[in-house]
Structures are given as C-alpha cells and as structure tokens.
C-alpha cells in the first residue's frame, strides 16, 4: 500500500512504496527556521520514492550532510535530502504535513531534544535523541 503527497500547487508530487507508519519530529535551529516550528517528516530511502515535476524542486545545501528541498513555484517544504556519502546517503526525510492523508501515522521520535523550545508538548512516550546523539550518527558539520 503506497501513500501520496505533494506541494500546496501541485507542481511536484510524490508517492511512497508503502504507507508510513511513524512520522519523527526534528527541533534542530535549521528545521525550526525552515519549516516555521517543529519539521515533522517521514523517512524512506531514495529507491522509495518517485518524484514527479522534479524540475520544480530547488535545493539548499543546509549542511555538510544533507539539503532541503522545496517548490519553486509554491515555496512549499518537501523534503530534507541526505547527500553524506554513507549508509543514510539518498534518504528522504518528506515533511509530514505534505502527505495527502496523513491519518492514523503516529508521531514515535524526536530529534534534538536538547534544542527543543518550551513551549512544545508532545503526548506520550517517544524515541529521543540530543543534537550530540544526532551528529555522532551523521558526522560533525564542521
């Protein structure tokens, strides 16, 4: 079962090979300033997801390991691209709130915990990460 998504225009869209089942939450100063607030995103790896109206998508390198990706049209957020030769390289971290039924996806982790504003709450128990834990796994952006 796939599930499907896309840009606020409709100039790219995406689908996934099968439903996702957990969504994560990033509190890191990049993700906050680019998505407004908390990115919510799901994972897949890059042989996962079919991409149409790719012409549309610009990229910023946002790191030494990765870029966000975006219409160029709309403006929309889409994705957080891995770029890091290793075993993560090609992963895509699509924003949650493009998919098009997002229903019955629970929010299981969050990353840079230790980053988080006050003023977030999330219910229940989650996987946790600090932002040292997050660049051990990635390598140091320096």
Do not use: Q
Request: aromatic share 10%.
């Amino acid at each position: 079962m796939s599930a499907t998504g896309g840009c606020l225009c409709g100039a790219v869209t995406y689908t996934v090979s099968d439903k996702p089942t957990k969504t994560g939450a990033c509190h890191c100063e990049m993700c906050r300033r680019w998505s407004g607030g908390v990115y919510m995103a799901i994972h897949y790896k890059e042989d996962e997801v079919t991409i149409k109206g790719g012409e549309h998508i610009s990229r910023y390198k946002s790191s030494d390991w990765a870029e966000r990706c975006f219409c160029n049209i709309c403006g929309s957020n889409l994705f957080y691209h891995v770029t890091l030769d290793g075993p993560y390289k090609g992963n895509h971290h699509i924003g949650f709130g493009t998919l098009d039924d997002p229903k019955g996806i629970p929010l299981t982790s969050e990353i840079y915990v230790d980053k988080r504003p006050d003023g977030y709450a999330f219910a229940g128990e989650l996987e946790t990460m600090t932002e040292a834990e997050v660049i051990a796994l990635f390598g140091s952006p320096e």
